[in-house]
Protein backbone atom coordinates (compact mmCIF):
# COMPACT_ATOMS: atom_id res chain seq x y z
CA UNK A 1 0.00 0.00 0.00
CA UNK A 2 2.00 3.03 -1.16
CA UNK A 3 -0.88 5.73 0.18
CA UNK A 4 -0.60 4.06 3.86
CA UNK A 5 3.22 4.03 3.35
CA UNK A 6 3.46 8.02 1.97
CA UNK A 7 0.91 8.55 5.15
CA UNK A 8 3.23 7.08 7.89
CA UNK A 9 6.34 8.71 6.11
CA UNK A 10 4.30 12.08 6.30
CA UNK A 11 3.71 11.20 9.86
CA UNK A 12 7.24 10.28 10.97
CA UNK A 13 8.12 13.65 9.46
CA UNK A 14 6.21 15.45 11.45
CA UNK A 15 7.22 13.93 14.79
CA UNK A 16 10.85 13.78 13.51
CA UNK A 17 9.90 17.84 12.46
CA UNK A 18 8.58 18.81 16.41
CA UNK A 19 11.16 16.40 17.86
CA UNK A 20 14.05 18.85 16.29
CA UNK A 21 12.29 22.30 17.14
CA UNK A 22 12.08 20.75 20.78
CA UNK A 23 15.34 19.92 20.74
CA UNK A 24 17.16 23.60 19.28
CA UNK A 25 14.87 25.32 22.01
CA UNK A 26 15.87 23.47 24.61
CA UNK A 27 19.36 23.90 23.63
CA UNK A 28 18.32 27.92 23.40
CA UNK A 29 16.80 27.75 26.81
CA UNK A 30 19.52 26.12 28.35
CA UNK A 31 22.22 27.85 26.67
CA UNK A 32 20.97 31.01 27.21
CA UNK A 33 21.21 30.65 31.00
CA UNK A 34 24.87 28.84 31.03
CA UNK A 35 26.20 31.53 29.20
CA UNK A 36 24.26 34.13 30.57
CA UNK A 37 23.72 36.04 27.51
CA UNK A 38 22.09 38.48 28.91
CA UNK A 39 20.74 40.37 32.76
CA UNK A 40 19.29 37.56 34.60
CA UNK A 41 15.83 39.48 34.21
CA UNK A 42 16.13 39.22 30.09
CA UNK A 43 17.56 35.59 30.40
CA UNK A 44 14.17 34.44 32.68
CA UNK A 45 11.73 36.46 30.16
CA UNK A 46 13.93 34.49 27.30
CA UNK A 47 13.66 31.05 28.71
CA UNK A 48 9.68 31.68 29.79
CA UNK A 49 8.91 32.69 25.98
CA UNK A 50 11.31 29.50 24.95
CA UNK A 51 9.35 27.55 27.11
CA UNK A 52 5.75 28.64 26.18
CA UNK A 53 6.79 28.40 22.04
CA UNK A 54 7.67 25.04 23.17
CA UNK A 55 4.85 23.83 24.63
CA UNK A 56 2.72 24.81 21.54
CA UNK A 57 5.88 22.89 19.28
CA UNK A 58 4.41 19.95 21.60
CA UNK A 59 0.58 20.50 21.10
CA UNK A 60 1.16 21.02 17.34
CA UNK A 61 4.07 18.24 16.42
CA UNK A 62 3.31 15.62 19.03
CA UNK A 63 -0.78 15.89 19.88
CA UNK A 64 -1.60 17.24 16.72
CA UNK A 65 -3.86 19.85 18.06
CA UNK A 66 -4.36 22.56 15.22
CA UNK A 67 -6.52 25.48 14.18
CA UNK A 68 -8.70 22.73 12.26
CA UNK A 69 -12.40 22.53 12.38
CA UNK A 70 -12.25 18.74 13.87
CA UNK A 71 -9.86 19.67 16.82
CA UNK A 72 -12.04 22.97 17.69
CA UNK A 73 -13.34 21.51 20.75
CA UNK A 74 -9.69 19.71 22.42
CA UNK A 75 -8.16 23.46 21.46
CA UNK A 76 -11.18 25.44 23.42
CA UNK A 77 -10.49 22.86 26.69
CA UNK A 78 -6.50 23.82 26.49
CA UNK A 79 -7.56 27.71 26.01
CA UNK A 80 -9.94 27.63 28.92
CA UNK A 81 -7.61 24.86 31.52
CA UNK A 82 -4.82 27.82 29.85
CA UNK A 83 -7.51 30.80 31.44
CA UNK A 84 -8.50 28.87 34.90
CA UNK A 85 -4.39 28.39 35.32
CA UNK A 86 -3.63 32.06 33.93
CA UNK A 87 -5.72 33.33 36.69
CA UNK A 88 -5.26 31.33 39.51
CA UNK A 89 -1.92 31.62 39.20
CA UNK A 90 -1.47 35.28 38.54
CA UNK A 91 -4.00 35.55 41.62
CA UNK A 92 -1.84 33.46 43.96
CA UNK A 93 1.31 35.36 42.81
CA UNK A 94 -0.14 38.78 43.23
CA UNK A 95 -2.18 38.35 46.76
CA UNK A 96 0.64 36.42 48.01
CA UNK A 97 3.83 38.77 46.94
CA UNK A 98 1.26 41.89 48.21
CA UNK A 99 0.83 40.11 51.60
CA UNK A 100 4.34 39.31 51.75
CA UNK A 101 5.18 42.80 50.87
CA UNK A 102 2.28 44.28 53.20
CA UNK A 103 4.74 42.38 56.14
CA UNK A 104 7.65 43.72 55.78
CA UNK B 1 -4.77 15.90 5.23
CA UNK B 2 -7.18 12.70 5.26
CA UNK B 3 -10.80 12.91 6.68
CA UNK B 4 -9.84 11.08 10.04
CA UNK B 5 -7.17 13.84 10.79
CA UNK B 6 -7.80 16.16 13.83
CA UNK B 7 -10.64 14.04 15.17
CA UNK B 8 -9.15 13.80 18.73
CA UNK B 9 -5.77 14.76 20.12
CA UNK B 10 -2.79 12.71 19.54
CA UNK B 11 -2.23 10.77 16.07
CA UNK B 12 -5.25 9.78 14.65
CA UNK B 13 -5.86 6.09 13.07
CA UNK B 14 -7.98 4.90 10.31
CA UNK B 15 -11.02 3.10 11.59
CA UNK B 16 -12.70 0.80 9.81
CA UNK B 17 -15.99 2.39 10.56
CA UNK B 18 -18.03 4.78 11.85
CA UNK B 19 -18.77 3.26 15.49
CA UNK B 20 -15.10 2.31 16.12
CA UNK B 21 -14.26 6.31 15.27
CA UNK B 22 -16.76 7.62 17.97
CA UNK B 23 -16.11 5.16 20.22
CA UNK B 24 -12.43 6.26 19.91
CA UNK B 25 -13.54 9.90 20.03
CA UNK B 26 -15.08 10.02 23.10
CA UNK B 27 -13.13 7.64 25.11
CA UNK B 28 -9.92 10.08 24.33
CA UNK B 29 -11.89 13.30 25.01
CA UNK B 30 -12.77 12.25 28.68
CA UNK B 31 -8.94 11.61 29.39
CA UNK B 32 -8.20 14.35 27.44
CA UNK B 33 -10.32 16.40 30.59
CA UNK B 34 -8.26 14.32 32.73
CA UNK B 35 -5.58 15.90 31.60
CA UNK B 36 -6.25 18.96 31.45
CA UNK B 37 -7.32 18.86 35.20
CA UNK B 38 -3.94 17.50 36.16
CA UNK B 39 -2.37 20.82 33.97
CA UNK B 40 -4.34 22.61 36.80
CA UNK B 41 -2.79 21.00 39.74
CA UNK B 42 0.47 21.20 38.56
CA UNK B 43 -0.12 24.79 37.25
CA UNK B 44 -1.30 25.39 41.24
CA UNK B 45 2.46 23.71 42.49
CA UNK B 46 4.21 26.15 40.10
CA UNK B 47 2.37 29.16 41.99
CA UNK B 48 2.91 27.80 45.26
CA UNK B 49 6.91 27.41 44.46
CA UNK B 50 6.78 30.67 42.73
CA UNK B 51 5.68 32.04 46.37
CA UNK B 52 7.98 29.69 48.12
CA UNK B 53 11.23 30.74 46.20
CA UNK B 54 12.78 33.36 48.65
CA UNK B 55 11.75 31.29 51.54
CA UNK B 56 14.79 29.71 52.51
CA UNK B 57 15.46 30.68 56.36
CA UNK B 58 19.20 30.76 55.77
CA UNK B 59 19.29 26.86 54.36
CA UNK B 60 20.17 25.83 50.39
CA UNK B 61 19.31 27.83 48.00
CA UNK B 62 18.45 26.97 44.46
CA UNK B 63 21.46 28.36 43.11
CA UNK B 64 23.18 25.97 45.53
CA UNK B 65 21.81 22.90 45.06
CA UNK B 66 20.82 22.78 41.08
CA UNK B 67 22.95 21.25 38.44
CA UNK B 68 22.70 22.24 34.73
CA UNK B 69 24.20 19.07 33.15
CA UNK B 70 21.60 16.58 34.80
CA UNK B 71 18.59 18.89 34.17
CA UNK B 72 19.77 19.21 30.41
CA UNK B 73 20.51 15.30 29.92
CA UNK B 74 16.85 14.39 31.34
CA UNK B 75 15.31 17.19 29.46
CA UNK B 76 16.83 15.50 26.36
CA UNK B 77 15.85 11.81 27.28
CA UNK B 78 12.03 12.93 28.05
CA UNK B 79 12.23 14.32 24.55
CA UNK B 80 13.73 11.69 22.92
CA UNK B 81 11.05 9.29 24.93
CA UNK B 82 8.30 11.63 23.43
CA UNK B 83 9.30 11.12 19.75
CA UNK B 84 9.85 6.88 20.45
CA UNK B 85 6.38 7.06 21.63
CA UNK B 86 5.27 8.82 18.37
CA UNK B 87 7.22 6.30 16.22
CA UNK B 88 5.37 3.49 18.38
CA UNK B 89 1.89 5.13 17.40
CA UNK B 90 2.71 5.04 13.56
CA UNK B 91 3.67 1.61 13.76
CA UNK B 92 0.59 0.69 15.15
CA UNK B 93 -1.86 2.70 13.13
CA UNK B 94 0.13 1.58 9.55
CA UNK B 95 -0.43 -2.23 10.97
CA UNK B 96 3.20 -2.89 11.21
CA UNK B 97 4.85 -5.97 12.72
CA UNK B 98 4.29 -6.43 15.90
CA UNK B 99 7.09 -6.65 17.52
CA UNK B 100 7.69 -2.84 16.02
CA UNK B 101 5.29 -1.62 18.16
CA UNK B 102 6.69 -3.75 21.03
CA UNK B 103 10.02 -2.02 20.52
CA UNK B 104 9.11 1.50 20.51
CA UNK B 105 7.29 0.91 23.33
CA UNK B 106 10.06 -0.74 24.99
CA UNK B 107 13.10 1.65 24.32
CA UNK B 108 10.45 4.90 25.37
CA UNK B 109 10.21 2.82 28.41
CA UNK B 110 13.83 2.08 28.90
CA UNK B 111 13.84 6.22 28.51
CA UNK B 112 11.66 7.05 31.07
CA UNK B 113 13.48 4.68 33.26
CA UNK B 114 16.49 6.81 32.92
CA UNK B 115 14.83 9.64 33.14
CA UNK B 116 13.63 8.54 36.80
CA UNK B 117 17.05 7.15 37.71
CA UNK B 118 18.55 10.31 36.79
CA UNK B 119 16.13 11.79 38.76
CA UNK B 120 16.19 9.99 41.74
CA UNK B 121 20.16 11.12 41.78
CA UNK B 122 19.47 14.14 41.58
CA UNK B 123 17.59 14.03 44.55
CA UNK B 124 20.04 12.04 46.66
CA UNK B 125 22.41 14.73 45.69
CA UNK B 126 20.08 17.20 47.29
CA UNK B 127 19.53 15.41 50.67
CA UNK B 128 23.41 14.60 50.85
CA UNK B 129 23.35 18.99 50.66
CA UNK B 130 21.05 19.08 53.75
CA UNK B 131 18.16 19.85 51.08
CA UNK B 132 15.34 17.72 52.69
CA UNK B 133 11.76 18.75 52.09
CA UNK B 134 11.95 19.75 55.96
CA UNK B 135 14.61 22.39 55.73
CA UNK B 136 12.28 25.01 54.00
CA UNK B 137 8.93 26.21 52.61
CA UNK B 138 11.09 26.46 49.30
CA UNK B 139 12.76 23.19 49.71
CA UNK B 140 9.15 22.11 50.75
CA UNK B 141 7.16 23.48 47.25
CA UNK B 142 10.01 22.01 45.35
CA UNK B 143 9.64 18.13 46.62
CA UNK B 144 5.63 18.74 46.21
CA UNK B 145 6.25 19.51 42.82
CA UNK B 146 9.25 17.76 41.01
CA UNK B 147 8.45 14.08 42.61
CA UNK B 148 4.80 14.47 41.89
CA UNK B 149 5.73 14.62 37.60
CA UNK B 150 7.97 11.82 38.42
CA UNK B 151 5.30 10.06 40.34
CA UNK B 152 3.85 10.47 36.88
CA UNK B 153 6.18 9.55 34.81
CA UNK B 154 6.63 6.12 36.97
CA UNK B 155 2.62 5.91 36.51
CA UNK B 156 3.86 6.15 33.07
CA UNK B 157 6.80 3.78 33.09
CA UNK B 158 4.63 0.99 34.94
CA UNK B 159 1.42 1.21 32.11
CA UNK B 160 4.18 1.18 29.54
CA UNK B 161 4.76 -2.06 31.14
CA UNK B 162 1.10 -3.00 31.12
CA UNK B 163 0.85 -1.85 27.45
CA UNK B 164 2.79 -4.35 26.71
CA UNK B 165 1.92 -7.39 28.06
CA UNK B 166 -1.63 -6.13 26.64
CA UNK B 167 0.00 -6.01 23.04
CA UNK B 168 1.32 -9.50 23.47
CA UNK B 169 -1.85 -11.36 25.18
CA UNK B 170 -4.45 -9.67 23.53
CA UNK B 171 -3.12 -8.83 20.33
CA UNK B 172 -3.75 -5.07 18.46
CA UNK B 173 -7.72 -5.13 18.80
CA UNK B 174 -10.04 -2.14 19.32
CA UNK B 175 -9.84 -1.99 22.90
CA UNK B 176 -5.78 -2.19 23.21
CA UNK B 177 -5.65 0.65 20.54
CA UNK B 178 -7.25 2.98 22.27
CA UNK B 179 -5.23 2.10 25.24
CA UNK B 180 -2.32 2.99 23.84
CA UNK B 181 -3.56 6.48 22.12
CA UNK B 182 -4.24 7.36 25.57
CA UNK B 183 -1.13 6.35 26.97
CA UNK B 184 0.02 8.41 24.33
CA UNK B 185 -1.20 11.86 25.39
CA UNK B 186 -0.53 10.99 28.91
CA UNK B 187 3.50 10.31 27.66
CA UNK B 188 3.06 13.55 25.38
CA UNK B 189 1.37 15.83 28.52
CA UNK B 190 4.22 14.51 31.13
CA UNK B 191 6.29 16.08 28.56
CA UNK B 192 4.88 19.41 28.41
CA UNK B 193 5.02 19.58 32.07
CA UNK B 194 8.59 19.17 32.21
CA UNK B 195 9.35 22.12 30.06
CA UNK B 196 7.21 24.19 33.01
CA UNK B 197 9.89 22.62 35.53
CA UNK B 198 12.75 22.74 33.59
CA UNK B 199 12.17 26.52 32.40
CA UNK B 200 10.97 27.52 36.01
CA UNK B 201 12.56 25.59 38.73
CA UNK B 202 16.00 24.43 37.20
CA UNK B 203 16.99 27.51 34.86
CA UNK B 204 15.31 30.35 36.74
CA UNK B 205 17.04 28.98 39.65
CA UNK B 206 20.41 28.71 38.08
CA UNK B 207 20.59 32.50 36.21
CA UNK B 208 22.84 34.37 38.08
Redesign the interface.
Known sequence: MTTANGEAARETRTYAIGYLLALLLTGAAFGAVYWQVASAATVFGLVLGLGLVQMIVHFRFFLHITLGKSSRADLQLILFSTLIIVLMVSGTLVILFNLHHRMM | ??AV????????LAHPHAEAQAETETAL?GF??FL??D??IF??L???Y??MLHATVGGPTPSGVYE?GP??LE??IL??S??TF??AS?AM???APRRRLLGWLGVTLALGLAFLVLEVRDFLTMFAQGATPMRSGYLSSFFALVPLHGLHVAAGCLWLAVMMVQVVVFGIDERVRINVLRLG?FW??L??VW??L???VY??G???
Not at chain 2, 5 to 10: F, L, N, R, V, Y
Open positions: MSEGIHPGLNFWVMSAVALFATGVIALTVLTSFGLIKHGLHFDIIGFSVLQLIR
